[in-house]
């Protein structure tokens, strides 16, 4: 029915996580009403991502560069790791602007059955970073997913870091119920680990 360059932009668009069909059409009708200069901007921006973006040599976050924006700031507090999953992870901790530290993307999470061990992921490197007398690391914070994959994650750690620097406070995400949300709603593992995690006030 579409006119085949038609057609090869909604195949593209439906690639996309979360694109259906549907709205891979109206994507791309929105394209083709586009004017050709926003046209042209939405293909160069593509194209500079794949082109410029890089992995932090340090951190492994997303970077324009050698290093990320993070691992540049001298204002960060470098004897603190936040160890997360992906690069979108650091996203969201950032939006709290509570964290001051540095952080250590895995590439993963800990997945036998997916094929995903401990060498698929940037385990060595962290170990290094908080071995380093350089970085002078005293606390590394586990914010792996609360999924199967990301509590194995960090045992995993936890576990490695124990044995390999003792002398390192190794803590996890607290996890429970979200502000706003009723206890009757709660699932009982959220409950359970309220409780947990409960803190005196």
């Known amino acids: 029915m579409l006119a085949p360059p038609l057609q090869r932009l909604v195949t593209e668009l439906s690639k996309l996580p979360g694109i ?13 009403r586009a004017s050709g200069e926003d046209a042209e901007a939405l293909a160069q921006a593509i194209r500079d991502v794949k082109e410029k973006i890089t992995l932090c040599e340090i951190c492994f976050n997303l970077a324009e560069g050698p290093r990320c924006a993070i691992c ?4 960060r507090d470098g004897g603190v790791l936040c160890v997360v999953e992906e690069p979108n992870d650091v996203i969201p901790i950032e939006r709290t602007h509570e964290f001051r530290g540095r ?10 059955i997916d094929g995903v061990e ?9 170990y290094a970073r908080v071995l380093d007398p350089t970085h002078s690391v005293h606390e ?13 994650t960090a045992l995993h750690i936890a576990a490695a870091l124990h044995e390999r620097a003792p002398q390192v406070a190794v803590t996890r995400l607290a ?6 949300g009723d206890l009757e709603y709660a699932d009982e593992v959220t409950l359970g680990r309220a409780f947990a ?3 005196a006030l």
């Open 20 to 32: 259906g069909n549907r709205t891979a059409q109206r994507l791309a009708f929105h394209v083709l």
């Open 72 to 75: 540049l700031d001298e204002r």
């Open 103 to 112: 952080y250590h993307v895995l590439g993963g999470a800990l997945s036998p």
């Open 118 to 126: 401990p060498e698929n992921l940037r385990l060595m490197q962290l």
């Open 140 to 152: 590394v914070v586990l914010a792996t997913n609360p999924t199967t994959t990301g509590e194995a």
């Open 175 to 180: 996890s429970g119920l979200p502000v706003g």
């Open 197 to 199: 995690g409960r803190r």
